[in-house]
């Protein structure tokens, strides 16, 4: 395996308040008064990270991509890098400290909502990690790609994405299950690249009632810059908990 030079933020700044908060999950103001000490105590705990590098994009053959040592398999993937000299690999979390902190709540409603803290604190770190990949690799615009997020790169590839940056764990405290799924829940793993035209997983994934979906799907875009008939495509396998952010 090809060692890579990592980059680790730590602490990533996240803040929100309470309105935003009550505004997100649709909560009546009556409920600030329990909000406010559960965003408070978000706060206090947050450790948002996210770890990266930017690599070289070695030999590509059918539908297959070779990165930091790694054979990255996927159609999709393997045509968007098809001019690509560089491109980034990275991870994202909530950190296990706010996971473990939400996770301590026996009332329903205040965990479902100490889970949105925790989103929008991995939201927070997958911005600042995308933000510092786009000032290092070329490209009049900038896309990601996510294991798991369309069945053309499947959620198996996670573990290709992991060995290729070679100490997630230690770096950020993420782990993979035997599922492929990553611990926190609230974490993010993708690909970021130089792109001359805009590109969203979101267009080529029919789960139409994603809450994470950022562009509408379109039927045609698969065949139009894929040059294939269809995605062959169940939805996303990315769990409700780990959508592509």
């Known amino acids: 395996m090809r060692k890579v030079e990592l980059t680790i933020l730590h602490r990533v700044p996240f803040s929100t308040d309470a309105d935003k908060v009550l505004v997100r ?7 600030r008064g329990e909000i406010v000490p559960l965003v408070n105590a978000a706060l206090g705990l947050a450790c948002p990270r996210a770890v990266c590098a930017v690599v070289a994009v070695g030999e590509r053959g059918g539908d297959s991509v070779e990165i930091a040592g790694q054979a990255f398999h996927s159609h999709i993937l393997t045509t968007n890098l098809a001019r690509s000299e560089r491109v980034g690999l990275f991870v994202a979390t909530c950190g296990r400290e706010l996971e473990a902190w939400a996770e301590s709540y026996p009332d329903m409603l205040l965990r479902w909502c100490a889970e949105e803290l ?8 997958v911005n600042a990690v995308e933000e510092h990949l786009d000032s290092l690799i070329d490209g009049p615009r900038h896309a990601t790609m996510n294991p798991g997020s369309l069945p053309d790169w499947p959620l198996e590839q ?20 035997p599922s492929f799924l990553m611990r926190p829940r609230k974490s993010v793993s993708g690909l970021r690249f130089g792109t001359e035209s805009a590109y969203s997983n979101c267009r080529l994934c029919p789960r139409l009632d994603c809450p994470g979906r950022r562009a509408p799907y379109d039927e045609m875009e698969y065949e139009r810059r894929y040059g294939r008939a269809d995605a062959s495509a169940p939805a996303c396998a990315l769990t409700g908990d780990q959508t592509a952010c």
């Open 25 to 31: 999950l649709g909560l009546e103001s009556g409920m």
């Open 158 to 177: 996670q573990a290709v994405l992991f060995n290729a940056l070679g100490t997630v764990e230690q770096a950020v405290g993420v782990s993979l299950t």
């Open 118 to 125: 925790c989103q929008l604190a991995l939201h927070a770190a």
